[in-house]
C-alpha cells in the first residue's frame, strides 16, 4: 500500500520560549500535551458499507472548520483510509485466500476499527455493568453483616431486659388466664348456691331466716352480697345484725345477731317486747313474761332513751328480777323489783357501774329489811328499809 508523501512526517511546532526567555529547539524534549495523537472517533461510521457515503463523511470531516483547525495530520490520515479503501476488493469479488490463512473480515479498514471500537465500547459496558453488579451485591451483603452485626449487639445489650419482659408477659398471662379461669368457674353452674346454713339463733327458728333467703337458691356465689342478703332479712325485726360467708363450691353460711329483748310495753294488740331500740320483737311467750314492764314510758321520748340506756348496762339476772320501771324524768329512773324492793338509780350516767352495784346488793341485802336500795351515787350506796317522803 502506498501512502502519501509527508504521511509519516510529524508537523512542525512553533517554538515555545522557555521561562528563561529562549525559544525552544529542535533538541528540547515536546510536551506530552502537544504531542499528535490520531482522532480516531472521525472515523466512526453509523453502518453500512458503502463506499461513498464514506468517503462523503470524511470529505466533510475533512473540510470541516475543526479539522482544518487540528492541521495536516487529521487530513493526511483521512487521505491514507481512502487509499486503503481503494485497496480493499470490491464486495462482488470473492475472497482470495492467502497463502499463509483467509484473509481479514471483508470492509474498509475505516468500518473495522469502528466495529473493533464498538465492540470494545459493548465489552467495556458490559464489565461495567458487571463490576456494578459486583458492587451493588458487596453493598448488600456489606449491608446484611452490617445488620446482622447490629442486632447481635442490640440482643446482647438487652438481654435482661427481655428477660424481664419474658418473664412479665409470662406472669400477666399466667395471671389473666387464671382469672378467666376464676370467672368462668364462678359463674358456672358448678358455683351456684346449693345450700343456705343460718347460725347464731336462738329465740328465732332458724327455718324463717332459710325460708327469707330461698331466693338465692341457684344464684351464682359471686353475686351474693350482704346488700341483696339485708334486703331479703329486712322482713325479719328479730335480726339485728348478720355477717354472710362464702363457702365453695356451693354453700352459703348466714351469721345471725339477734336483737335482744328488754321490756314489755303495751301494744295496739296487746303487750309486745321490744329491745333497747324501742323494735317490737313480737308478743309476750314464756321466755320473754319475766322481763320487766314499762310504767308510763313512752317510746322515742327522752325518758324512754334514758331507761333503754339503763336496760342495756343491767345484766339478766336483775331484770329477771325487775317488775317495772318508773321514769318521771330522764334523771329519775326507778325500778321495782319482784321482792318488793325499789331502786333508786338516778340517771343515765355510770349505768355500768350502778348496774354492778345493784347486783351485789341485792345478793348481799335481805328484802326485808332492805327495802331501798339507793345508787344515784354509785360509789357510796345507800340502804335504807324505808321510802322517802314523795317517793
Not at 309 to 314: H, K, M, N, R, Y
Amino acid at each position: 500500500m502506498r501512502r502519501p508523501e509527508g504521511f509519516d512526517d510529524r508537523p512542525e511546532e512553533p517554538a515555545v520560549e522557555h521561562r528563561s526567555g529562549r525559544a525552544r529547539t529542535e533538541g528540547d524534549a515536546v510536551p506530552r500535551a502537544r504531542r499528535w495523537e490520531p482522532q480516531v472517533d472521525l472515523f466512526r461510521l453509523e453502518g453500512g458499507s458503502d463506499d461513498a457515503p464514506l468517503r462523503a463523511s470524511r470529505r466533510r470531516a475533512a473540510s470541516s472548520p475543526e479539522a482544518e483547525a487540528g492541521g495536516a495530520p487529521r487530513r493526511w490520515a483521512l487521505a491514507a483510509y481512502a487509499e486503503l479503501d481503494e485497496e480493499q476488493p470490491s464486495a462482488a469479488e470473492p475472497p482470495e485466500e492467502d497463502v499463509d490463512g483467509p484473509r481479514p473480515t471483508r470492509g474498509s479498514h475505516a468500518q473495522r476499527v469502528d466495529r473493533a471500537w464498538r465492540e470494545a465500547e459493548q465489552a467495556q459496558r458490559r464489565a461495567d455493568r458487571e463490576d456494578a453488579r459486583e458492587a451493588r451485591r458487596a453493598a448488600r451483603a456489606a449491608t446484611k453483616d452490617r445488620k446482622r452485626r447490629e442486632r447481635a449487639e442490640v440482643r446482647r445489650f438487652t438481654a435482661v431486659a427481655r428477660r424481664r419482659a419474658r418473664v412479665a408477659l409470662l406472669a400477666a398471662g399466667g395471671l389473666g388466664l387464671a382469672l378467666l379461669l376464676l370467672v368462668g368457674l364462678v359463674w358456672s353452674p358448678l358455683m351456684a348456691v346449693r345450700e343456705i346454713r343460718v347460725e347464731g339463733v336462738d329465740r328465732l327458728d332458724p327455718s324463717v331466716v332459710e325460708g327469707a333467703l330461698a331466693g338465692s337458691m341457684g344464684q351464682p356465689m359471686a353475686t351474693v352480697t350482704e346488700e341483696g342478703v339485708a334486703a331479703q332479712l329486712q322482713a325479719i325485726p328479730q335480726i339485728e345484725s348478720f355477717r354472710v360467708d362464702v363457702v365453695p363450691p356451693s354453700s352459703v353460711v348466714v351469721r345471725v345477731v339477734e336483737r335482744r329483748p328488754v321490756a314489755i310495753v303495751p301494744g295496739d294488740g296487746g303487750e309486745v317486747v321490744i329491745d333497747a331500740a324501742g323494735v317490737a320483737l313480737g308478743g309476750v311467750d314464756a321466755d320473754t313474761a319475766a322481763l320487766p314492764r314499762l310504767d308510763g314510758v313512752e317510746l322515742g321520748t327522752p325518758e324512754f332513751e334514758a331507761v333503754a340506756t339503763v336496760l342495756v348496762s343491767v345484766p339478766a339476772s336483775v331484770l329477771e328480777v325487775t317488775e317495772r320501771i318508773q321514769a318521771p324524768s330522764p334523771s329519775d329512773i326507778r325500778l321495782a323489783l319482784a321482792s318488793g324492793q325499789t331502786v333508786q338509780w338516778g340517771g343515765a350516767d355510770e349505768s355500768r357501774l350502778k348496774a354492778d352495784v345493784v347486783a351485789a346488793l341485792i345478793a348481799t341485802q335481805d328484802p326485808a329489811t332492805a327495802l331501798v336500795l339507793d345508787v344515784r351515787a354509785p360509789e357510796h350506796p345507800v340502804v335504807r328499809g324505808d321510802v322517802e317522803p314523795g317517793t
